[in-house]
């Protein structure tokens, strides 16, 4: 391609829209532009990059033995009630584009297709005999996220791998499971990434794993801990460790004590002169089940630790048969606009002891005036009794982290006084739920070995592979007739990559001031003829020659010819990120070209004759 063709668009300043590198030298170098909130085009330069990323993903699908498909972005709303997702993606958490069509038909844009795939499955799978199957595609999806952000990294359109297998046994599963674990790792490799694979959330569904691949880099939303033996790595959310262990308390007696402006336990421990480890710290959360029930969580954890939200939220969905109702619609911890919708009176926020009242809920909650009703209100008006009512009870919960203190420090429910030398079962009671909700942090003994702490490293997720089991099966009743002749849910697991999300995870991962340095796996072309001088013949005529030359023998090659002093090609062919520029310059004279390593701007003299060989041989090297 010659750039006086190109639609070639390269910015000086920074765009005020970007934050992260990687997005501002995206944009800067003509990649991406910017349509709406989290909406790009790809330009034809990020274009080939995902071209490259795409086929590295299908060429390593298809080793595995799965087969490629595409399915329907467009999506009937009764497939989506059937597995239950229908209300939780259009309303709940609100990341479904939902729409009605002129013949009152709802529709959905997927952002995921499991019931899609699963109701084909249900349709054409009958028998134990056509399976274990993997289907793949690699397609746009669709997800309002609520703060789109970074560019590609979080679109409300974006490019996704993903990928749905069906079996008869966890075996069977688990096979495809380990073959996808070892098809990602290759093709973040071969994609030029650094990257680990961590243990990740399986939320609700429980499942036996799923696991994240994650792309380090400092801009990465996601928190890895790790330790330095390789035996352990898990996405903060998901990830365990052993405590610090508690001090002993200095407290002997039971006593309360006037702790006047101690809400935090930073301050309670200063002026109690004790360990965070020796307080037992009360935390009031707020869940909204599906059936519109708000109930009030109260969870009991060690000082020194914090709750996880994500594992709470995994807790809370368990017991979400005991309110009649299926899954969690919202956790949150209720701000004061919150509180007002069900507190009878004012809570003694950071005074709050484990036995907080139930008498804190008002039996009859206040009716609010409606607010807009917007598809992300995590504060539901709430109406009193039964289904959209408020549970009349505290949900009481302790974390482990809690159970073993003796003598304790902790609230009196009372503003401005704590308790001292508290035990459990003389004056407060153990609640019966015990869990583990701590979040692992940094410097947290490891479980699996405690001389290893634990470390911790940002990333971008790039990669989920999952075990599903039968959640949709059995949701869809999408059965097969197994060996014996039995009607069988299928065993399922799912698989995805985010195209558009790797591509630009590669900038994030490699660049220097001068711009992008793209890993030649994924570069939109391997080599850059930069001319000089356009109106000195024999440049141009050299330029042209190798630029036959290098895109004949499958170096894929850019031939800048555009009008420019030479400064303004190399600065360019610098913001793109092309492994090689060959510079057609003052070497001619001895029959050579200047060839620049773009990574390392280290500059080699080369033979006008040799260059396809030596460039054949770099590139083969670097893709290997
Ligand atoms: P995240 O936690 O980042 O929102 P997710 O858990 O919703 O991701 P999955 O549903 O597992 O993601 O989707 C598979 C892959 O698709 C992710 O690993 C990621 O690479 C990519 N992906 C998900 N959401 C987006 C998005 N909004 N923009 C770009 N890529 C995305
Ligand atoms: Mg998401």
Known sequence: ??????????????????????????????YIRRIGSGIYAYLPLMWRVLKKVSQIVREEMDATGAQECLLPQL?????????????TYTQAEGIMFAMTDRQQREVGLGPTHEEVITTIAKDMIRSYRQLPVHLYQIQTKFRDEIRPRFGLMRGREFIMKDGYSFHTSEESLKKTYQDMAQAYSNMLRRSGLEFRAVDADSGAIGGSGSQEFMVLAEAGEDEVLYTEDGQYAANVEKAVSMPADAQVSPFAS???RETPGTETIDKL?????????????????QAVYD??????????????QDVNQVKLLNELTKLAGNYQAKTVLFLTVPDAEAQQKWAAKSLPL???????????????????????????DSNPPLTKGGQ??????????VDRTAVDLTNFVTGSNESGYHVVGANWDKEFSLPAMVVGVRTAKKGDRAVHNPEQTLQSARGIEVGHIFQLGTKYSQAMGATYTSEQGEEMPFIM????VGVSRLAQSAVEQSYDKDGIIWPVAIAPYHAIISIPNISDAQQVEVAEKLYTELNQSGIETLLDDREERAGVKFKDADLIGIPYRIVTGRSLKLGKVEVVERATHKSHEILIDEVNYTLKQWIDAAIK
């Open 350 to 376: 950071g005074y709050m002891a484990p036995d907080l009242g139930d008498d804190y809920i008002a039996s009859n909650p206040p009716q609010p005036p409606l607010t807009k009703g917007g598809q992300q």
């Open 493 to 496: 697991g799912c698989y995805g």
């Open 269 to 285: 421990c200063k002026f109690l002169k004790c360990s965070p480890t020796q307080v037992v710290k009360n935390v009031l959360y």
């Open 75 to 87: 999506q009937p709303a009764d497939l989506w009630r059937e597995s239950g997702r229908w209300d």
């Open 1 to 30: 391609m010659r750039l006086s063709q190109m639609l070639f668009v390269t910015l000086r300043e920074d765009p005020a829209e970007a934050e992260i590198p990687s997005h501002k030298l995206l944009l800067r170098a003509g």
């Open 388 to 397: 959209g009512g408020v549970s009349p009870k505290f949900l009481r919960l």
């Open 291 to 304: 059936n519109g029930t708000t109930v009030l969580v109260l969870v009991s954890i060690r000082g020194d």
């Open 254 to 256: 039971f006593e309360k």
